[in-house]
């Protein structure tokens, strides 16, 4: 029989892997394990930064609340104002309102509750909003009509409040500073008395405008007419036909009024036309605490 070739050798090389190199991390599994490396160390962290602020929440203090006046805007009052242009410079009357009492700048003005009052007061905050609508009613009939508001800071117990910032607080909340008006109603923070209403008020005037008045209007109570026209006006020799005088009273017996009014300011100012002392001189060193 024939003899029989047999098959050939295959041979077969199968490389020897290093059992070490076979599992050496590739480029991806070594961003797998530093990410778990970070997840395992700042997960954590968060738990803790999460059940700090959550306990701080509950915790904190209650917040202190916005006074009345920034809480709880009325209609009146504007945030943002498209004001009229006005060159002040053109301005030629004065009107001005001396204030009486103090508004404390919350709540309605129309409640005494919201005032700074002197006892014998009480009762006459409508009439202190009279002449404030009746100023405000004439800077709008008169577009060349400057509208002050004259008074300091006059009583310890109402703090910083002064009489004339109280005056343009409460138009403002009664929603009488228009933007037609806006720019010509200002106040002056410095007059201690009737006297200082005036010259302090021409002063402010000239401050704003450059110019003196041509004219000046004063509103104020009835029964304080003659002291304003015979005295005052007289003391700063001022023509008096320039000068006007529109008198409300507030409620009450005007015959008492006129009476506690001449001996109380007319008589003295009538003797001293500038306070220099006495009574007069006491009451502005009361009036500026």
């Known amino acids: ?18 059992v070490s190199e076979a599992w050496a991390p590739t480029p991806l599994r070594k961003q797998r394990i530093f990410g778990t490396r970070l997840v395992r160390l700042y997960l954590p962290c968060l738990l803790i930064l999460s059940l700090v602020t959550n306990i701080y929440y ?22 943002h104002r498209e004001i009229a242009d006005t060159d002040m410079r053109q301005l030629t009357d004065l009107v001005i309102v001396p204030g009486h009492g103090v508004y404390l700048g919350a709540g309605s003005p129309l409640d005494e509750a919201n005032w700074y009052l002197q006892e014998q007061q009480r009762g006459e905050v409508g009439a202190f909003m009279a002449h404030v609508g009746k100023g405000i009613e004439m800077v709008k009939e008169h577009e ?32 009488w500073l ?14 201690r008395d009737s006297l200082e ?8 005037f000239h401050e704003v405008t450059g110019n003196y008045p041509d004219r000046i209007t004063v509103v104020g109570f009835e029964f304080k007419r003659e ?12 023509p008096r036909i320039r000068f006007n005088y529109v008198g409300i009273n507030p409620p009450g017996d005007a015959a008492r009024l006129v009476a506690a009014e001449k001996k109380n300011a007319y008589e003295p100012f009538s003797r001293d036309l ?6 007069l001189a006491e009451k502005r060193r009361e009036r500026n605490p």
């Open 197 to 204: 209403n005036i010259l302090f008020s021409i002063a402010r």
């Open 144 to 175: 060349r009509a400057l509208l002050v508001f004259s008074g300091s800071k006059t009583r310890l117990e109402a703090g910083a409040h002064s009489e004339a910032v109280g005056y343009w607080t409460a138009a403002d909340r009664m929603g």
């Open 58 to 79: 509950f915790t904190r203090p209650t917040p202190l609340a916005l006074p009345a006046t920034l809480s709880s805007q009325q209609s009146g009052t504007q945030m």
């Open 227 to 238: 002291r304003f026209v015979d005295v005052h006006r007289r003391a700063l020799r001022y």
């Open 274 to 279: 500038y306070a220099c002392e006495g009574t």
């Open 1 to 18: 029989m024939p003899s029989r070739t047999p098959p050939p050798t295959v041979r077969i090389n199968i490389p020897t892997v290093n």
């Open 178 to 191: 228009t933007n037609s008006v806006f720019r010509r109603v200002v106040t002056e923070e410095y007059a």
